[in-house]
């Protein structure tokens, strides 16, 4: 069965980084486009960024672009969302997403939370 699992939210000040993971199980990893999303209370969920199956074009929000980084090791069927430069507007639920065929799938989402 599919598995999309976050890790790595939590409580982080202005200007400090974290680095979510999102591990993958259930289907073929290398063939599928991965994206994260967030939702931020009141708001409606967004795309933040988005990688290709082999990892060589990603895509970004203008909000993010030049902090956040998407990758991705296909050998460990992860993909990794690596923030810099938090601000208080990055607050929200990050979500891993997979789109692999017609199939989309979501895992549970990780609370990341920016504050002093």
């Known amino acids: 069965q599919v598995q999309l699992v976050e890790s790595g939210g939590g409580l982080v000040q202005p200007g400090g980084s974290l680095r979510l993971s999102c591990a993958a199980s259930?289907?073929?990893?290398?063939?599928?486009?991965m994206r994260w999303y967030r939702q931020a209370p009141g708001k409606e969920r967004e795309l933040v960024a988005s990688?290709?199956?082999?990892?060589?074009?990603?895509n970004y929000a203008d909000s993010v672009k030049g902090r956040f980084t998407i990758s991705r090791d296909n050998a460990k069927n992860t993909v990794y969302l690596q923030m810099d430069s938090l601000k208080y507007e990055d607050t929200a639920v990050y979500y891993c997403?997979?789109?692999?065929?017609?199939?989309?799938?979501w895992g549970q989402g990780t609370q990341v939370t920016v504050s002093s």
């Open positions: 997403n997979a789109k692999y065929g017609l199939t989309v799938s």
């Open positions: 259930g289907f073929t990893f290398s063939r599928a486009l």
């Open positions: 990688i290709t199956s082999s990892g060589d074009s990603t």
